[in-house]
């Protein structure tokens, strides 16, 4: 009965980890999107605008990856370290 409780646990917290991480994602991704819209013309017309775009998927990217390398890697090393 341990054991599932325990897989049932750790199903649940990736779950809930990854559902966390989505949501982050998003809400930082709305905001540059609202960010860039409120920017005024002159600064889009001086822009590449795929040049842009690239920054700012490369930006999420990265942020997906170091909240995934937070979450898989220091989260459980610091919980060991607690034990």
């Given at each position: 009965?341990?054991?599932?409780?325990?897989?049932?646990?750790?199903?649940?917290?990736?779950?809930?980890?990854?559902?966390?991480?989505?949501?982050?994602?998003?809400?930082?991704?709305?905001?540059?999107?609202?960010?860039?819209?409120?920017?005024?013309?002159?600064?889009?017309?001086?822009?590449?605008?795929?040049?842009?775009?690239?920054?700012?998927?490369?930006?999420?990217?990265?942020?997906?990856?170091?909240?995934?390398?937070?979450?898989f890697?220091?989260?459980?090393?610091?919980?060991?370290?607690?034990?």
């Amino acid at each position: 009965a341990r054991v599932f409780s325990d897989g049932v646990s750790r199903a649940g917290s990736a779950l809930f980890n990854e559902l966390r991480n989505a949501v982050s994602i998003r809400r930082i991704a709305k905001n540059v999107f609202l960010h860039l819209h409120n920017l005024d013309l002159g600064f889009h017309l001086s822009r590449q605008t795929g040049a842009l775009s690239k920054a700012i998927d490369r930006g999420t990217r990265g942020i997906s990856f170091v909240l995934s390398a937070l979450v898989f890697n220091l989260g459980p090393t610091l919980f060991e370290m607690m034990l």
